[in-house]
């Protein structure tokens, strides 16, 4: 997932590890912790490194080199960073290795969460790559007719073959304005696979289940087989089994996200009615202008931006007085939220050795951020 080479190791990474575990002794020493979002993966470049990272602040956890990736060997040096590190993992983002599956189900008893990276490789190479090989020979078709189209002007018999080249000139055209909008549409449902990944419907900003995720999840592959058939691809029928069955846990990541809001909410001491405002309005304001701040695909980070102006325009219509851009530490204390430790701040915030009781555990805080490492890495 993040090969790093063992020549980079002294120079790069070892640096950032290091500054990382002076830290940790301090963090130690002061009995702190937290809960993290991991993301674990076997790399092989000089030798086979496992490497173990946590997704919100980037940093490695644990990169070593090792002559197998069981799952023994797994436990074994991940338990021993966790140990030293007083960490706890909330979920663990893999490949669908049996190894790192049961790393997660098994052995740190957490959510495992398939990479959404793996998945849309498989659709990429599946179709992605056809339909760039249509495309790339249409070109060639047309840029065939439109020079036997060019050679035969001023020639004796120009008048009587012109109109057949001309005709065929066209039929190259329509077939390169075919394939490039094969190609957009593709790219579009590929789009759709990520933006219904996140715990809001990216149309009106409402709050996702699970169960809903899953089903939009299944329309949105449902849409590409459809495509599929029409184009006439080369079916890739295993390949679409294998995302197939990955769909439900990719979706399981949404309760697990509102479970963290609840525990967030109950920590604040919220009253029922600011609980649905939370989750109604102010966490799909918060979540967005994350999701703007660190999507990079131009195309989903305009559709999130507009996601964000709706929540904006429905919280601060413009016959409403100048408001922030962001809801700061003081409105949630009018809801009985101290400053600094409201329910948004601790949505996007996930960063130094902070150590909350585990029922008032922010896991919505981390998984908005990993959420951008899962997902846009698609991109």
């Given at each position: 997932m993040?090969p790093?080479?063992?020549?980079q190791?002294d120079?790069?990474v070892?640096g950032?590890v290091?500054g990382a575990?002076?830290g ?5 020493a002061a009995?702190e ?13 000089e030798r086979?490194l496992l490497?173990?990272?946590d997704l919100?602040t980037?940093y ?5 080199v090792?002559e197998?990736?069981?799952?023994t060997t ?14 706890e993992?909330l ?7 049996k ?15 398939p990479?959404f990276?793996h998945v849309?490789?498989?659709l990429i190479?599946s ?6 090989r249509h495309?790339r020979?249409?070109?060639?078709e047309?840029k065939t ?11 004796p018999?120009?008048?009587?073959d012109?109109?057949?080249a ?9 077939e390169v304005t075919?394939?490039?909008e094969?190609?957009h ?6 789009e759709t696979l990520?933006?219904?990944l996140?715990p809001f419907?990216?149309?009106?900003s409402?709050?996702?289940?699970s169960?809903?995720?899953?089903s ?7 849409a590409?087989d459809?495509f599929?058939?029409y184009h006439q691809l080369?079916?890739h029928?295993?390949?679409m089994i294998?995302v197939r069955?990955?769909?439900?846990a ?5 309760d697990?996200?509102w479970?963290g809001v609840?525990?967030d909410?109950a920590?604040a001491?919220i009253?029922?009615?600011?609980g649905r405002?939370?989750a109604e309005s102010?966490?799909?304001l918060?979540?967005w202008?994350?999701?703007v ?7 989903r980070k305009?559709?999130i931006?507009?996601a964000?102006?709706a ?5 601060w ?11 700061g530490?003081q409105?949630?204390a009018?809801?009985g ?12 915030s996930g960063?130094?050795?902070?150590r909350?009781?585990?029922?008032a555990a ?5 998984l ?5 490492q899962g997902v846009?890495?698609?991109?």
């Amino acid at each position: 997932m993040f090969p790093l080479g063992l020549a980079q190791y002294d120079a790069g990474v070892g640096g950032r590890v290091a500054g990382a575990a002076a830290g940790e002794q301090d963090g130690g020493a002061a009995g702190e912790g937290r809960e993290i979002i991991g993301a674990v993966d076997d790399t092989f470049l000089e030798r086979m490194l496992l490497v173990f990272m946590d997704l919100a602040t980037g940093y490695l956890r644990l990169e070593e080199v090792a002559e197998d990736r069981t799952y023994t060997t797994w436990k074994a040096l991940v338990d021993e960073r966790l140990k030293v590190l007083g960490t706890e993992v909330l979920s663990l983002v893999s490949a669908r290795a049996k190894a790192l599956i049961q790393l997660a189900a098994q052995g740190l008893e957490c959510l495992s969460m398939p990479a959404f990276f793996h998945v849309v490789h498989a659709l990429i190479k599946s179709y992605a790559l056809a339909l760039g090989r249509h495309l790339r020979h249409a070109h060639q078709e047309l840029k065939t007719a439109t020079e036997t189209l060019a050679r035969l002007q001023g020639r004796p018999q120009a008048a009587q073959d012109a109109p057949e080249a001309k005709a065929l000139v066209a039929v190259r055209q329509a077939e390169v304005t075919r394939w490039e909008e094969a190609h957009h549409t593709y790219r579009r449902h590929l789009e759709t696979l990520s933006l219904t990944l996140h715990p809001f419907r990216i149309a009106d900003s409402a709050p996702q289940t699970s169960a809903q995720v899953e089903s939009h999840l299944q329309e949105a592959v449902e849409a590409i087989d459809v495509f599929v058939q029409y184009h006439q691809l080369p079916p890739h029928h295993a390949t679409m089994i294998k995302v197939r069955k990955q769909l439900p846990a990719l979706a399981a990541l949404g309760d697990f996200w509102w479970e963290g809001v609840r525990r967030d909410v109950a920590h604040a001491a919220i009253s029922p009615m600011g609980g649905r405002w939370a989750a109604e309005s102010l966490l799909p304001l918060v979540y967005w202008e994350h999701q703007v701040a660190h999507t990079r695909c131009a195309r989903r980070k305009a559709k999130i931006r507009q996601a964000l102006e709706a929540i904006q325009g429905r919280l601060w219509p413009s016959c409403a007085p100048p408001m922030p851009a962001a809801p700061g530490p003081q409105i949630m204390a009018h809801m009985g939220d101290p400053p600094g430790e409201n329910l948004s701040a601790r949505l996007v915030s996930g960063g130094g050795p902070q150590r909350c009781p585990r029922a008032a555990a922010s896991q919505s805080a981390r998984l908005a951020k990993a959420q951008v490492q899962g997902v846009d890495g698609a991109a």
